[in-house]
């Protein structure tokens, strides 16, 4: 919820700077300023995301080994 009231912020500063008519260019600048820390945000999640599969992939348990748990079978 917290990201969402950012973002709702975020837009209103942006509408109020159309509201008061400034000019394109700085609307556009920050714009850009508010898409690209969206976007920072987003490669730190895809990065963060890649290394849990990593770790994912890392405990998996080999072919070779059964899915009894390593436990022996003395019968």
């Given at each position: 919820m917290i990201d969402q009231m950012k973002f709702k912020?975020?837009?209103?500063?942006?509408?109020?700077?159309?509201?008061?008519?400034?000019?394109?260019?700085?609307?556009?600048?920050?714009?850009?300023?508010?898409?690209?820390?969206?976007q920072k945000e987003i490669d730190e999640f895809e990065k963060w995301a890649e290394e849990e599969s990593k770790k994912q992939e890392n405990m998996a348990v080999p072919d070779d080994i059964g899915q009894d748990g390593g436990v022996e079978d003395f019968r």
């Open positions: 912020e975020e837009l209103e500063e942006i509408r109020e700077m159309v509201h008061d008519q400034l000019p394109r260019y700085l609307i556009i600048d920050k714009c850009n300023e508010k898409i690209a820390g969206y």
